[in-house]
């Protein structure tokens, strides 16, 4: 669990390169919406919202990322190439993931 002023660090390989990118959750509005913004990493700016909507006995997530890349003009070509493709699918790879996670019973035991 993480909340409003804290960061966390990811590392992962991406095309080739480790990359390591830390965020700092810099708003926080329990249980429908973050926001984490890049504070170190590969991207020139990065913020990522996060939206939760009670769906009947489901939840539905839905995510909102605006991000840069460094090198001028290298970056926006690279955007539009392959950076906004590969980013959908490592969200969607994510949130399945997310998804497995929080319909199982294991989490659970870190509540209490």
Known sequence: MIGNGEEV?????????????????????SPVYFQDVMIRGAFRSCCHDHYFEACGPNTLMRDDVKLAAPL??????????????????????RNFAIKQAAESTEWKKYLN
Do not use: N, P
């Open 9 to 29: 660090t990811w590392r992962g390989r991406h095309f080739g390169f480790m990359i390591t990118h830390t965020s700092r959750i810099t708003a926080y509005e």
């Open 72 to 93: 001028g003009i290298l970056g926006v070509i690279a955007e539009r190439a392959v950076l906004e493709r590969h980013m959908r699918t490592l969200l969607q790879r």
